[in-house]
T-cell receptor, first 112, second 111 residues
Framework: DAGVTQSPTHLIKTRGQQVTLRCSPK?????VSWYQQALGQGPQFIFQ???????QRGNFPDRFSGHQFPNYSSELNVNALLLGDSALYLC???????????FGEGSWLTVV | RKEVEQDPGPFNVPEGATVAFNCTYS??????FFWYRQDCRKEPKLLMS?????NEDGRFTAQLNRASQYISLLIRDSKLSDSATYLC????????????WGLGTSLAVNP
């Protein structure tokens, strides 16, 4: 039984570019939350997807967008990358909107 | 008052010591709580869930004090491998239950 999987694990982008990160939930999970974690900080909530819709959102600009597919997997897209977007992006999944507590290994994004 | 607040540490303890971390939360309606462990440059891993007064799993004990709005994590007989950052997490009350994270407490267990 695969846990939460994320891809890619590491990537480097240039300022102004766009990036797409992917998350496959643990088997049986239907809800996906995305977090951004800067070094030395706790994870910051970006948004949550349930039933293919964004259900709630944290304090992130519209440059951050997402999608959930019928198989419950999800993508996080970030446009017009800034240096400050460099962070670990974590995906957490669960069954139902209140239970996204299981994390993938994350995607390390470096913007140069 | 911050939604979730932890002592950042670092806590430096010898092997075999007992160490306790506290976490305070502001929303009195919160019903469940989590402790996560995070190693350097790794994802948070769920350590313990607390839904009532407390929970115990081997050397780890979590206790909840609703009146004072704090959760504690006690680690007995510390091992070198316990060195990590411990994050306190409190879901928002209500249907969305967005996770609210503390900044974490750093623990270093020394030989």
């Amino acid at each position: 039984d695969a846990g939460v999987t994320q891809s890619p694990t590491h990537l480097i982008k240039t300022r102004g570019q766009q990036v797409t990160l992917r998350c496959s939930p643990k088997s049986g999970h239907d809800t996906v939350s995305w977090y951004q974690q800067a070094l030395g900080q706790g994870p910051q909530f970006i948004f949550q997807y349930y039933e293919e819709e964004e259900r709630q959102r944290g304090n992130f600009p519209d440059r951050f967008s997402g999608h959930q597919f019928p198989n419950y997997s999800s993508e996080l897209n970030v446009n017009a990358l800034l240096l400050g977007d460099s962070a670990l992006y974590l995906c957490a999944t669960g069954l139902g909107p209140g239970n996204t507590i299981y994390f993938g290994e994350g995607s390390w994004l470096t913007v140069v | 008052r911050k939604e979730v607040e932890q002592d950042p540490g670092p806590f430096n303890v010898p092997e075999g010591a007992t160490v306790a971390f506290n976490c305070t939360y502001s929303n009195s309606a919160s019903q469940s709580f989590f402790w996560y462990r995070q190693d350097c440059r790794k994802e948070p891993k769920l350590l313990m869930s607390v839904y009532s007064s407390g929970n115990e799993d081997g050397r780890f004990t979590a206790q909840l004090n609703r009146a004072s709005q704090y959760i504690s994590l006690l680690i007995r007989d510390s091992k070198l491998s316990d060195s990590a950052t411990y994050l306190c997490v409190v879901p928002n009350a209500g249907n969305n239950r967005k996770l609210i994270w503390g900044l974490g407490t750093s623990l270093a267990v020394n030989p």
